[in-house]
């Protein structure tokens, strides 16, 4: 079946230090992936996608390329601020899924001044 | 344009006891989801529905119950409260299910507690 799994956290970093949080997939055919963002107290929102292989998505200053040798979309940025402190969920979407997502088990991230 | 609401946000329930969370959403999307959250699984799919009229079953069905009752609003439906059932529920909702990704938005969130 289909399956994402996540680097265990929590994870703590100083300001402006450079960030990884692995995500490897397991899937049938081509799926596409996605990165979402959980602040505390709200919803998740998404935070970057690629929908196919090689494919780099982007937003905020995270990125995650799409490696499909490797099955993996590990999320990075450069310079992490106190407010990147979240929960964060990499998850999958099949063509069979019809829209369905599956998540991996989330994150945390606390980012010290 | 409040985009996904739920309410409530907090409930306690004794075991055995019903309820009913509410779903709605104002972006005239298609499709509707409920989730729950748990520690260290992420969110899993309870039930969906693709366009108003229809609804699935999602990964983890047992216990509950959904109704579309119209385009904006999908409820999701505990008919007898287990402290298994003890979660954050989301409802999401996207503009449809065809073609290529629909990105999915999320509402805040219920917490539910079952003694």
């Known amino acids: 079946g289909n399956s994402v799994t996540q680097m265990e956290g929590p994870v703590t970093l100083s300001e402006e230090a450079f960030l990884t949080i692995n995500c490897t997939y397991t899937a049938t055919g081509y799926p596409s992936l996605f990165w979402y963002v959980q602040y505390p107290g709200e919803g998740l929102q998404l935070l970057l996608k690629a929908t196919k292989a090689d494919d780099k998505g982007s937003n905020k200053g995270f990125e995650a390329t799409y490696r499909k040798e490797t099955t993996s979309f590990h999320l990075e940025k450069g310079s992490v601020q106190v407010s990147d402190s979240a929960v964060y969920f990499c998850?999958?979407?099949?063509?069979?899924?019809?829209?369905?997502?599956?998540f991996g088990q989330g994150t945390r991230l606390t980012i010290n001044p | 344009n409040a985009g996904v609401t739920q309410t409530p946000k907090f409930q306690v329930l004794k075991t055995g006891q019903s309820m009913t969370l509410q779903c709605a959403q104002d972006?005239?999307?298609?499709?509707m989801y409920w989730y729950r959250q748990d520690p260290g699984m992420g969110l899993r799919l309870i039930y969906y529905?693709?366009?108003?009229?229809?609804?699935d079953k999602g990964e983890v069905p047992n216990g509950y119950n959904v109704s579309r009752l119209n385009k904006r609003e999908f409820s999701l439906r505990l008919e007898s409260a287990a402290p298994s059932q003890t979660s954050v529920y989301f409802c999401a909702s996207s503009p449809g299910t065809s073609g290529s990704y629909n990105e999915q938005f999320f509402g805040p969130g219920t917490r539910l507690t079952v003694l």
């Open positions: 529905s693709a366009s108003e009229g229809t609804t």
């Open positions: 998850a999958l979407r099949t063509i069979q899924g019809a829209q369905k997502l599956v």
């Open positions: 972006m005239n999307h298609n499709s």
